[in-house]
């Protein structure tokens, strides 16, 4: 029987209530609650208040550093205008130990305290709203992400004012009793081979009974227990170095936590500068080169970075990825080859539109990153609605150039040509449109400049995005330079309408390709709602066009496209809230689906393993599964070697893929990684793939080892 809509209005409210900021949330596995340390904000100083963690028994969530898998919880405030809200005061970590590997976080019940300093004048008297959306991953076997906004409201008194205990006083107390305390102590810091040794000494050192220690940078030091000894006055800490250790960090920081019988939990915090490169204790591991790769996954220094971005930026004008825009880079051609002076103009704007693209999109992406997403490069394409309006705005283009309308015609005149100064920002808005499509791919030579640009500070970082957009726009800048060019096109004519028409067909099937991720983003249902949305679209440009051809169309004419384009845009505020995600492999399928447990529980067990990283979105990564990864040869291998094959799936955010990505100093997919039977070091194959590279690697795992004859692929 059909459902009434009005039958849907209680279960909408109720939504819209669970949905509402909350002082407490009941989620899997994990009960978070914001709280205060007092009744009252006193103006003037620091309030503390926290999130308190209640785990379910044997869950867990994660420090600032997680160890081998998972992601610290993240906070993000919003206050009143001038108060501030301080970073988290981590209290000491417990070594969580799953199988082989170790991570590092709280279990059973804690709190995360944070500082709120209110400003002098904070108004007493006045109830204060405190809002915090707080992101985690909790995890016992599997892992699950989790994310609530709370509030809590209360009273704002006088500065001086000495407000009495809230309940949760004690919890946060013990809370900030637990934080690592500065020392003064000397500490100097020893890498030599595998091996990384802080001796520290000074007074009041504690006893090595009950003592342990984390490096608050992740990937510096293996995370298994460290070695602890006495020396008389001083004390050695040694820990193996990180199978992921890639740059060495500018000072390492240490947490000694130090537990007792009694549950008693005391924590010091020591540092040491690195020590300079030598022979024995270089800053900075080399790694070996990737087989057919052409470079290994770690980066020696900026200048090589910003060489391999600028290759990687080259190379991404071959990449399937950039097919959609060639289309309006071949126009833009035609259209100047025979002016000199225009075709440098548009070549020097499409090489301003492709770097400023790179240059903003790395700077949201850090951004975000800071902020605790854990995002990586294609980010873009992981929200639906994103997908949905590059859909869009493929089809609106190839409608201008099938002629359904014009862009910045004037409207007395369709057949007149293009305002002066048109070309060039065109020129500029088809290399900024190549940065958006373009950058879901990863050519040859981005994945290790990328993967260092994320570990580096941001005017580095945006110097590495910003040589790639740069090597993106090279060869359009080349021929705008070169009036040798001007020899391969005949000169303008009619014939450059038709070509103009012709050239809208690569968009449409963009605009095909992007519905396709739709789907598998958000389901078939969705996805339809969408397609709704682009025949009102069709319909508004249609008619915008019409009106194009009316000296005065008249306002219903302009009413009505205003409401077509409304109509077109509403389906989208719809299409994430009815998503569905499908299952992760059919039967027949010669892979299961990746997560870190069964990863873990394959390697425990010595079994060869191929994990493939992909997204609907990465045509790069569609591109090497049908030449490499689908045949009945690359089946029969699996068969026959006893080869698991590993799929994870990053069409939409996935934080342990993120985090799985950041431990081979990736930032984007597509990533292949081959572990051989009986353990050993994994070998990470090129972003392009063959048959031939993808057989010797599975031919090597299975028989136990990691690597090609003359080199391996870091881990």
Not at 71 to 89: H, M
Not at 496 to 521: E, G, I
Request: glycine share 10%; with cysteine; proline share 7%.
């Amino acid at each position: 029987m059909p459902t009434s809509p009005l039958r849907l209005l209680p279960l909408l409210a109720l939504l819209s209530v669970a949905a509402a900021p909350a002082a407490v949330v009941e989620t899997e596995h994990l009960a978070v609650e914001l709280v205060a340390e007092k009744t009252a904000l006193v103006a003037g100083q620091a309030n503390w208040v926290g999130l308190r963690l209640d785990h379910e028994p044997h869950w867990h969530t994660y420090w600032m550093n997680a160890g081998d898998t998972g992601l610290p919880t993240r906070f993000e405030w919003a206050l009143a205008p001038g108060w501030r809200a301080g970073d988290i005061a981590w209290p000491a970590p417990e070594r969580l130990q799953i199988g082989e590997l170790f991570n590092f976080g709280y279990s059973g019940t804690n709190v995360l305290p944070v500082a709120i300093t209110l400003p002098a004048d904070a108004k007493a008297g006045e109830t204060a709203r405190i809002t915090l959306k707080a992101d985690w991953l909790v995890c016992k076997e599997e892992c699950i992400p989790g994310k609530a906004t709370l509030e809590l409201s209360l009273p704002v008194v006088a500065a001086g004012s000495a407000p009495a205990d809230a309940p949760a006083a004690a919890s946060l107390r013990t809370a900030l009793a637990q934080r690592p305390v500065d020392t003064n102590w000397n500490a100097a810091v020893t890498a030599a081979g595998d091996r990384i040794e802080m001796r520290i000494s000074g007074s009041d050192l504690p006893d090595i009974a009950g003592l342990d220690a984390f490096a608050q940078q992740p990937q510096v030091l293996a995370n298994t227990p460290p070695r602890l000894a006495r020396d008389g006055g001083a004390l050695t800490v040694s820990a193996a170095r990180s199978d992921y250790f890639t740059t060495a960090p500018r000072a390492l920081d240490l947490v000694l936590v130090q537990r007792g019988d009694a549950g008693s939990v005391r924590a010091w915090r020591v540092a040491a500068d690195w020590p300079a490169a030598t022979s024995g204790g270089s800053a900075t591991a080399a790694a070996p080169s990737t087989p057919g790769g052409g470079s290994g996954d770690a980066v020696g220094g900026l200048g090589v970075a910003l060489l391999l971005a600028l290759f990687g930026g080259l190379v991404l004008n071959l990449m399937p990825c950039v097919f959609p825009v060639l289309s309006l880079k071949a126009l833009g051609l035609a259209e100047t080859a025979h002016a000199p002076g225009a075709a440098r103009r548009d070549g020097l704007a499409y090489l301003a539109g492709a770097v400023s693209g790179f240059v903003a999109l790395a700077a949201v992406l850090l951004a975000l990153r800071a902020a605790g997403q854990g995002l990586g490069w294609g980010f873009q394409l992981q929200s639906p609605l994103l997908v949905a309006l590059l859909a869009y705005l493929m089809v609106g283009m190839g409608l201008s150039l099938s002629g359904a309308f014009v862009i910045g015609a004037r409207l007395a005149g369709t057949g007149q040509s293009l305002a002066d100064g048109q070309g060039a920002r065109a020129a500029f808005f088809t290399g900024l449109l190549a940065c958006v499509v373009a950058s879901p791919c990863t050519a040859p030579f981005m994945g290790p400049a990328l993967g260092f640009a994320l570990t580096q500070p941001a005017l580095g970082a945006l110097a590495v995005f910003a040589a790639l957009g740069v090597g993106l726009a090279l060869p359009i800048v080349v021929l705008g330079f070169v009036p040798l060019l001007a020899r391969w096109l005949p000169r303008p004519g009619a014939w450059m309408d038709a070509f103009k028409q012709l050239m809208a067909w690569p968009l449409y099937l963009t605009a095909v390709w992007l519905f396709w991720v739709l789907m598998r983003q958000v389901g078939a249902d969705a996805a339809a709602l969408a397609l709704v949305g682009l025949v009102a679209l069709i319909a508004a440009l249609v008619l915008f066009g019409r009106n194009q051809l009316r000296v005065a169309p008249g306002w219903p004419r302009h009413v009505a496209v205003a409401v077509l384009l409304a109509l077109a845009l509403a389906p989208l505020s719809a299409i994430t809230s009815l998503a569905t995600r499908g299952g992760t492999s059919a039967d027949g399928e010669v892979w299961q689906a990746w997560t870190p447990q069964r990863l873990d529980e394959l390697r425990r067990a010595g079994e060869p393993v191929f994990v493939n990283m992909t997204a609907a979105w990465c045509i790069t990564c569609l591109a090497n599964e049908r030449v490499a990864l689908s045949s009945g040869d690359f089946a029969q291998r699996l068969q026959r070697d006893g080869i698991r094959y590993l799929k994870g799936d990053w069409t939409t955010q996935d934080a342990a893929i993120t985090a799985y990505l950041a431990e081979f100093s990736r930032s984007g997919v597509p990533l292949y990684v081959v572990y051989p039977r009986g353990g050993g070091t994994p070998e990470v194959l090129p972003q392009l793939l063959t048959p031939g590279l993808v057989d010797a690697a599975l031919a090597r795992a299975a028989a136990g080892s990691s690597s090609p004859p003359a080199t391996r692929s870091p881990p």
